[in-house]
């Protein structure tokens, strides 16, 4: 097993001698190295290696181009699975590191795959380019949109590979069905609805405690303020929280908001946002909405956006998935890698199916240094989760009310009042009667798609960066 290329060694040396640091962007021209040759296999490192960080684990030992030589995490108790898993193929235990910051100046390692938590994202993946690594980052790929937008010019800059997770970019079936859409075969695409059906149940209300023995909890915090701990805002629950998550739209949903956005084949922001929602059916400790309709206006076209997290049946056999209309049909993503095209009829015309390896679609690019190989380049990825985050902003600004009689921001637009009528019957369903419990309406929100920023709203503004804690810090410009 290589644990040390020569191509490694140069790159290492080069950011070395043009003095990148952790905390800040190196400020040296990109480095232009040779190809790996093509037997060469990429050193990879996992960072966050609990639960979706063990299919990374899982993904690199299994893969012919890939060493996994190192794992990180700030949980001591989590890194046995990681080890078993290296045991069982037979492969040398990779090292360990609690601190990123000591994994990153590993010279040994090439490229490190990142499952932490959200808020780490955007960090994690920028110290690491900044260090010469390449760089595969877990969807949302920033907890913020500004940060997602570093994360891009970083990537630029150190000429670095940098994938999202989104795997539904490898899928075959995905990607014959986008095809299909971009060749004009439902004609003029007018609508993207994507969806987040999935139940989720209260987490329930605890207790502050001691950290647990094991957890470097100032490193899982972060750039996040300091709090006494608590499980609920810890391993996976997290998610509902939103000094590290981003809600299910920043989950399950970016995965189908990405898809959304690539039906509509639309590579910047939208004009505006206006979002609904709320916390409904118990009282826990999560803050987040576990239902939402969000629109997104791009003047020719819309995307519509529904997160339920109570009981429901599916729309269209659809669930977790995606429905795109167009003039002359449409198609349902019932899944990561399996979409169905209908006529206007409803007749199916097309069925698309079949996997991929998003891992190893990675790693060719890392080998091949050219980043436009990448099913899911960084750009992807940053305005895709920069959709839920301007989501999210619109009910944070939202104030609260119980009459549905008027919908300002939904009003005028039909497909949004129709997704609007099916939110409250599926509430009702669930014994959530609006006119009794207030939900969140939010402000309709003009966007500046150059600028990534709001038309004259201060306050939404604010909300598009956050206040980083020392020295946990994204660089306000690259
Ligand atoms: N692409 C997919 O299909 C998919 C599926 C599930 C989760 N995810 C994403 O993967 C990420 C992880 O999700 P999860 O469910 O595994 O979360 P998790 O909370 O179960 O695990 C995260 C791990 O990261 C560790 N960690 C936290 N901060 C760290 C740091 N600074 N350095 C090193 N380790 C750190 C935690 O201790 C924990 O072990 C999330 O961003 C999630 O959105 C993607």
Avoid at 19 to 28: D, K, N, P, Y
Avoid at 291 to 302: I, L, N, P, R
Avoid at 367 to 376: F, I, N, V, Y
Avoid at 460 to 473: D, M, Q, S, V, W
Wanted: charged share 25%; proline share 3%.
């Amino acid at each position: 097993m290589e644990q040390f290329s020569r191509r490694r060694f140069l790159e290492q040396s080069l950011s070395i001698v043009a003095g990148a640091s952790l905390t800040r962007v190196a400020h040296s021209e990109p480095t232009y190295l040779p190809k790996r040759s093509a037997n060469e296999r990429v050193n990879v490192a996992v960072i966050g290696v609990r639960s979706r960080g063990l299919d990374h684990v899982g993904g690199y030992l299994g893969h012919p181009e890939a060493n996994l030589v190192a794992i990180c995490d700030v949980d001591e108790n989590v890194i046995a699975g990681a080890m078993l898993a290296a045991e069982k193929k037979g492969v040398p235990k990779p090292r360990y590191y609690s601190d990123i910051r000591k994994l990153l100046e590993d010279t040994s390692i090439d490229a490190v795959s990142i499952a932490t938590p959200n808020h780490w994202h955007a960090l994690a993946a920028i110290w690491a380019m900044q260090q010469g690594k390449d760089v595969y980052v877990e969807k949302p790929v920033s907890h913020n949109v500004h940060e997602g937008r570093i994360i891009v010019q970083t990537a630029r800059k150190t000429k670095k590979i940098c994938q999202t997770g989104t795997q539904i970019r490898s899928m075959k079936g995905s990607r014959e069905a986008i095809e299909y859409i971009h060749s004009g075969k439902i004609g003029k695409v007018t609508i993207a609805r994507g969806l987040c059906y999935k139940r989720r149940k209260s987490i329930g209300m605890r207790a502050d405690t001691a950290v647990p023995a094991g957890v470097h909890y100032d490193l899982w915090l972060g750039p996040a303020p300091v709090r006494p701990f608590n499980s609920s805002r810890f391993h996976y629950d997290w998610h509902w929280n939103w000094n590290y998550g981003n809600g299910d739209l920043g989950n399950q949903g970016i995965h189908q908001m990405d898809v959304a956005r690539w039906a509509l084949n639309k590579n910047q922001l939208p004009k505006s946002v206006v979002t609904v929602g709320g916390r409904f059916g118990y009282v826990d400790d999560g803050d987040t909405p576990n239902t939402v309709v969000s629109c997104f206006d791009y003047g020719d076209a819309e995307l519509i956006f529904e997160v339920r997290g109570l009981e429901t049946d599916g729309l269209m056999n659809a669930k977790v998935g995606n429905i795109i209309y167009g003039s002359e049909g449409y198609v349902v993503f019932t899944g990561y890698d399996e979409a169905f095209a209908f006529d206007n009829k409803g007749q199916q015309v097309q069925h698309f199916n079949g996997g991929g390896d998003h891992y190893g679609n990675f790693l060719s690019a890392v080998k091949s240094r050219k980043s436009q190989e990448l099913h899911a380049d960084i750009e992807e990825g940053h305005l895709s989760s920069a959709l839920c985050h301007l989501g999210n902003i619109s009910y944070l600004l939202g104030h609260s009310q119980h009459s549905t009689d008027r919908v300002e921001g939904f009003e005028g637009d039909a497909a949004a009042m129709e997704t609007f009528g099916r939110f409250q019957q599926h509430l009702a369903l669930n014994n959530v009667n609006l006119r009794e419990v207030a939900y969140r309406l939010g402000s309709k929100l003009k966007i500046d798609p150059r600028k990534e920023e709001f038309i004259g709203n201060k306050e939404a503004n604010h909300l598009l960066t956050r206040e980083y804690r020392k020295p946990f810090e994204v660089p306000a410009k690259v």
